[in-house]
């Protein structure tokens, strides 16, 4: 996805919402976020001259906090459960398995467009750890052979 003009408008429509607001750029992160699935480079200029903030203060900002994604992601958002009790349960082995298995990192998207992987630290879903979310769905207990069917069934809605 390119920036657009409409991107633009989105955002210049989002930073007026917000502006006057107080602690206004994490709502208008997730606004424009939630506009565009991501919080394109190209909007860091429009917010720092909106919120009288150098670009190296929003880019820090967006790159600050994880939820925030730097480039479109893929169809389905498959999200692994890093705190601790995930991580006692055998997470590390499931975060390893996805990473070969979809051949990505943390945050990058598989040549298809189905799947973003994405670190998450906490579920709240502690007594099935380990756990992942696929989209909004949490599932625990987690197993390589579990993880081959949400992969498989993410790439057949795709």
Known sequence: MSFTKESAEKIQNLIGKFQD?????????????DALGFVPEEAYPLISKAYQLSIAEIHGFVTFYHHFR????????????????????GAEKIEQYCKDKLDIDYHDTTSDGAI???PIYCLGNCACSPAVMINEKVLGRVTPNMIDKIIERAKENS
């Open 116 to 118: 973003t992987l994405e």
């Open 21 to 33: 607001k107080p602690g206004a750029l994490l709502p208008l992160m997730h606004g424009i976020q």
């Open 70 to 89: 730097r480039k479109p992601s893929g169809k389905n958002i498959l999200h692994i459960c890093r705190a601790e009790s995930c991580q006692s349960m």
